[in-house]
């Protein structure tokens, strides 16, 4: 697998730090979100769907998300590194692993965003865990698929498309 252009590597790379930014502030509020599980903090509204020992009713009810959340951050620190270094040499693996991290991100996204409209009229720490999760979500999501469009092109076409004008005839 021959690197992308130094160019393309930068954009990347930055890309896929606003991606990871955009996963801690979801992997943020998805521990605030379980820790007021924990606590049976009336504001959490898993009073009713919690019962018996709270610490791990709440580990199971978040252990999804805290999964597609860690799976999210390893698949974006593994695509930085593969941009950078020639020794990975599977572009198929890497675009594959995002899939996979993206379909169940969409999952996720729906999971909060849904959730943050149903409270966007509510303004306590419950509710901005939500909307914390969800926007996180949202950063991940438009990150995931702009990092495939730049890692995706096998050879240079891609380059010479995006930083050469058309010619015009005269």
């Not at 890309?15 to 998805?30: E, K, P, Q, R």
């Not at 509710?127 to 698929?145: D, E, P």
Request: aromatic share 12%; with cysteine; proline share 2%.
């Amino acid at each position: 697998m021959a690197l992308p252009s130094a160019m393309f590597r930068i954009i990347i790379s930055i890309v896929l730090f606003v991606n990871l930014a955009g996963a801690i502030v979801a992997l943020g509020g998805l521990a605030k979100i379980t820790d007021m599980c924990r606590k049976n903090d009336p504001q959490s509204g898993t009073g009713g769907l919690i019962a018996g020992d709270r610490v791990y009713s709440c580990g199971m009810y978040y252990s999804l998300d805290w999964w597609i959340v860690c799976l999210q951050i390893f698949v974006s620190i593994l695509a930085l590194l593969a941009s950078w270094v020639n020794s990975f040499n599977s572009r198929f693996f890497i675009l594959f692993a995002l899939a996979v991290a993206t379909t169940l991100y969409c999952g996720f996204a729906q999971t909060y965003v849904t959730s943050s409209y149903a409270l966007r009229d509510t303004d306590n720490v419950f509710a901005k865990s939500i909307k914390a999760c969800a926007a996180g979500a949202i950063a991940v999501l438009i990150t995931n698929f702009i990092f495939a469009l730049f890692f995706a092109p096998e050879n240079n076409e891609a380059n010479v498309i995006l930083t050469q004008a058309p010619k015009t005839e005269a």
